[in-house]
């Protein structure tokens, strides 16, 4: 969920409850300035768990496409 700072002052306890169960971006003037998240949820846990998805044939290609990235910096 995306909310503005403004927003976020206003309505701060609505926004705490719901950072338990998502992450709430915080935005000023259009920008990202912060990110509410819960300290329950363990997101190494969840990214572990994503480990393994892609199949061997495409760890290639997403390598290829990261070196391609990383040149354009």
């Known amino acids: 969920m995306i909310v503005t700072a403004t927003e976020l002052k206003s309505n701060l306890g609505k926004y705490l409850e719901l950072a338990a169960r998502q ?31 892609i199949p061997e044939q495409d760890a290639a290609a997403e390598e290829a496409a990261r070196g391609e990235r990383l040149a354009r910096q």
Not at 30 to 51: E, F, Q
Request: overall charge neutral; glycine content about 6%.
């Open 23 to 53: 992450d709430i971006f915080i935005t000023k003037n259009g920008k990202n300035i912060a990110c509410l998240t819960s300290p329950t949820i363990d997101k190494m846990a969840v990214l572990d768990n994503l480990v393994g998805i």
